[in-house]
C-alpha cells in the first residue's frame, strides 16, 4: 500500500526542481520503489479521465471515506487496468474499500469504453491519449529541452556525430510534441534558425547521466536565454574576432558567461585563449554555481570570477577594466516570463464527495493505524494535480509569483541603475540588457530611461537597430511593445499603466520573447546599446554607485543573501 502513498506524495508535494523523474530518484523517506513509483503515476495518467468517470458513476468516494480523489485514481487504475491488481495484502482496508465495488467499477469501466465508441480496451487507450492531447491545447505550446553546444569542449559538428546520432531531424518545434505515450523516448532534433550551435530535443529527453553533458560538450540553456551573448558577439569569424574585453555584470549561474566564452572560442579557434572575460554576481553562494559552471565548461582560461562583486560597486575606471568594450546585464527581474515547465503528469481527478455515512462504519476492522491515518492526511488539493507551482529557473533569483507594482518599480530603478553604471565603462562600445520579464515597465520603459539619462545622452549610447544584428537575431520577429500586452488575449492592453516612449525603429531594435505561442519560450527581453568610441566626454563622470535610500534594494531579500 506504501506505493499508493508514496504516489500521492510525490504528486502533491511542492516542485524542488528538476524533472519529474529525477525527483522520484532522488527523493527521501519512500517505502515503495522509484521505478514502481514513476510506472505508476506515468501508467495512471494515461487513464486518468475515464477512471475519473467510473469513480464518480460508481460513487464510491461518497461510500468509502478512507478514500480520496487522488488514492482512488491510484487503486482504481491498478484495480482495473494492471495485470497483477492492487499491490496490497487483499485484507488490506484500502485495497478492500475498492474491491467492494467490483461489479459497478467494472460495469461503469465497460459504460465508459463503449460511450467513446471503442470495441475493446486497446482502443479506449488510444482514444485517451487523443483526449487528452486535444485537452492540453494541441501541438501550440510547446516547451521542448533547448541544448546548446559548447563550442570550448566540442563542436556542433561532433555532437550530432556522437550525443545526437540516433536522432531523427524534424523542421519544425511542432514535430517535437508529444503525440503518443512514448513522448520521453523519441529521439527527435531541431535545428535553431536563430541561435548558431543551438538545438531542441523533446522535452522528456533526460542527458544528465550523458558523458557529454557530464563533461560540458553541451549545456542546458533556454533559447531565450541564448540571445543576449549572440547579440553582443555576434557572427563573427576569425578575421574579425571580438577583441576587447567582456564584462558580465550579474552572472550566476553562469548560463550567459559560459555561452559568451563558447562564442569566443569559435571566433578565435587556432588561436591561444586569454583571460578576457570578468564575470561576477553579488550573491556569494550563487557565485560558487557560477564558478562550478564556468570550470565545467571549460571556460577558466577565458574567464575571470569575481565571487560576490557587486557591479555597481566596479569602478568603470580602473585600469583592471580599461579594455572592456562589451558589457551584458541580465540583472534581477521579477521573473514574470518564467514558464512553469515542469513535466509532472496532469492528473484529471474524480470530483470529491461530502462524506456520507458509508457502508462500512461500524463496522469493527482491524485498524491499519499508520495507512489509514495518512489517507485522511491526504486531502485532495485541487482537480487536477500534478500541477505544482512555476519553479523559478535557475537564471533568476527571484521566484517568479505575484509582483505589485511598487516592487516593479523597484526593480526597474535597479535595473537602470546597472545599466547606467555600465555605460560609464570608458572604452564600452557595446551593451546588452535582458529580463526574463513580460512588464513593459522592465523592459522597453527602462530602455526608454536609458537611452534619455544623462551618461547615454553625453557619451552617444543608442540601440543597436534590428538591421545591425546578428542575422539569426535579424530573422526574429517578435520586437518590443509601446504597451503592456493583456495576459488573457496577448493583445496590447490600451489600459497599460506604462507607455514606453520609443521609436518604431527602436521598438524594431527591442527583441521579445512570448510563452504560450509556438516558439517554445518563455517571455524574455533583450535590447543591444552600442556607442561611437570616440564620442567620450564622460572622463570626469559623477560620483560612483551613490545609493539612493529610497530606491535602495539592500534590505529585500531576492537580491542579497
Ligand atoms: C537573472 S539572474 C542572472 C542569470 C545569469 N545571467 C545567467 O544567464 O545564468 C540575476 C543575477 O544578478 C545578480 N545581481 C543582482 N544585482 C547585482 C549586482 N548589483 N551586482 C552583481 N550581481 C547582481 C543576482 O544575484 C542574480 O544572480
Given at each position: 500500500m506504501s506505493l499508493y502513498f508514496d504516489?500521492?506524495?510525490?504528486?502533491t508535494e511542492p516542485s524542488s526542481g528538476g524533472s519529474f523523474k529525477s525527483r522520484i530518484y532522488s527523493a527521501r523517506n519512500l517505502r515503495a520503489t522509484p521505478p514502481q513509483i514513476y510506472a505508476l503515476i506515468i501508467e495512471a495518467s494515461k487513464w486518468d479521465r475515464v477512471l475519473a468517470e467510473v469513480i464518480e458513476h460508481a460513487?464510491?468516494?461518497?461510500?468509502?471515506?478512507?478514500?480520496?480523489?487522488?488514492?482512488?485514481?491510484?487503486?482504481?487504475?491498478?484495480?482495473?487496468?494492471?495485470?497483477?491488481?492492487?499491490?496490497?495484502?487483499?485484507?488490506?482496508p484500502l485495497r478492500q474499500a475498492v474491491e467492494?465495488?467490483?461489479?459497478?467499477?467494472?460495469?461503469?469501466?465497460?459504460k465508459a469504453r463503449v460511450r467513446r465508441g471503442c470495441a475493446t480496451v486497446e482502443q479506449l487507450k488510444t482514444a485517451l491519449l487523443r483526449e487528452?492531447?486535444?485537452?492540453?491545447?494541441g501541438s501550440n505550446f510547446i516547451?521542448?529541452?533547448?541544448?546548446?553546444?559548447?563550442?570550448?569542449?566540442?563542436?556542433?559538428?561532433?555532437?550530432?556525430?556522437t550525443t545526437f546520432s540516433s536522432y531523427k531531424r524534424v523542421d519544425t518545434i511542432a514535430e517535437l510534441a508529444p503525440d503518443d505515450d512514448d513522448r520521453n523516448s523519441r529521439k527527435l532534433l531541431y535545428m535553431d534558425p536563430n541561435i548558431p550551435d543551438l538545438v531542441a530535443v523533446p522535452f522528456g529527453a533526460d542527458f544528465t547521466s550523458s558523458p557529454a553533458y557530464k563533461n560540458g560538450e553541451i549545456i542546458l540553456q533556454d533559447k531565450a536565454s541564448c540571445f543576449p551573448a549572440y547579440l553582443l558577439l555576434g557572427d563573427r569569424g576569425p578575421q574579425d574576432a571580438w577583441e576587447g574585453d567582456l564584462v558580465d555584470g550579474c552572472a550566476a549561474p553562469g548560463n550567459k558567461t559560459t555561452h559568451m566564452a563558447s562564442l569566443l572560442a569559435k571566433q578565435q579557434k587556432g588561436r591561444n585563449s586569454k583571460k578576457q572575460i570578468f564575470s561576477m554576481d553579488a550573491s556569494k553562494v550563487r557565485s560558487k554555481t557560477l564558478q562550478k559552471m564556468v570550470s565545467l565548461a571549460g571556460a577558466d582560461p577565458t574567464v575571470t570570477v569575481l565571487q560576490g562583486q557587486d557591479f555597481l560597486a566596479l569602478d568603470p575606471m580602473d585600469d583592471q577594466f580599461e579594455n572592456v568594450s562589451g558589457l551584458l546585464l541580465d540583472p534581477s527581474c521579477s521573473g514574470s516570463g518564467i514558464v512553469g515547465r515542469d513535466d509532472v503528469p496532469q492528473l484529471t481527478l474524480p470530483a470529491a464527495k461530502a462524506s456520507q455515512p458509508s457502508k462500512s462504519r461500524g463496522k469493527k476492522r482491524?485498524?491499519?493505524?499508520?495507512?489509514?491515518?495518512?489517507?485522511?492526511?491526504?486531502?485532495?488539493?485541487?482537480?487536477?494535480?500534478?500541477v505544482s507551482d512555476a519553479s523559478p529557473s535557475d537564471e533568476n533569483d527571484i521566484p517568479a509569483g505575484a509582483v505589485d507594482n511598487e516592487r516593479l518599480t523597484k526593480l526597474s530603478n535597479l535595473q537602470a541603475r546597472i545599466v547606467e553604471h555600465a555605460m560609464?565603462?570608458?572604452?564600452?562600445?557595446?551593451?546588452?540588457?535582458?529580463?526574463?520579464?513580460i512588464h513593459l515597465i522592465e523592459n522597453e520603459a527602462v530602455v526608454a530611461r536609458l537611452l534619455a539619462s544623462e551618461v547615454a545622452q553625453q557619451r552617444g549610447w543608442r540601440l543597436l537597430r534590428r538591421d545591425e544584428q546578428p542575422e539569426g537575431l535579424q530573422k526574429w520577429k517578435h520586437r518590443g511593445v509601446r504597451c503592456d500586452r493583456d495576459a488573457e488575449t496577448g493583445m496590447e492592453s490600451e489600459e497599460s499603466a506604462?507607455?514606453?516612449?520609443?521609436?518604431?525603429?527602436?521598438?524594431?531594435?527591442?527583441?521579445r520573447c512570448w510563452s504560450g505561442d509556438a516558439e517554445g519560450l518563455g517571455g524574455f527581453f533583450v535590447a543591444g546599446f552600442v556607442r561611437d568610441p570616440q564620442r567620450n566626454t564622460i572622463e570626469e563622470a559623477e560620483p560612483l554607485h551613490e545609493v539612493d535610500e529610497d530606491n535602495s534594494e539592500d534590505g529585500w531579500e531576492g537580491f542579497s543573501e
Open positions: 504516489a500521492v506524495n510525490i504528486l460513487d464510491i468516494l461518497s461510500l468509502e471515506r478512507k478514500l480520496n480523489p487522488l488514492l482512488a485514481l491510484l487503486l482504481v487504475h491498478d484495480h482495473l487496468i494492471s495485470k497483477k491488481g492492487i499491490a496490497a495484502p487483499a485484507t488490506h467492494r465495488h467490483k461489479v459497478r467499477l467494472k460495469a461503469e469501466f465497460t487528452k492531447r486535444e485537452a492540453d491545447g516547451y521542448p529541452r533547448w541544448v546548446r553546444i559548447n563550442n570550448i569542449r566540442s563542436t556542433f559538428e561532433d555532437q550530432l556525430s482491524k485498524r491499519r493505524a499508520d495507512d489509514e491515518d495518512e489517507a485522511e492526511k491526504q486531502q485532495p488539493k485541487a482537480a487536477t494535480t500534478g560609464k565603462f570608458s572604452n564600452a562600445t557595446h551593451v546588452t540588457y535582458s529580463t526574463c520579464s506604462v507607455v514606453a516612449s520609443l521609436s518604431d525603429e527602436d521598438l524594431e531594435a527591442c527583441l
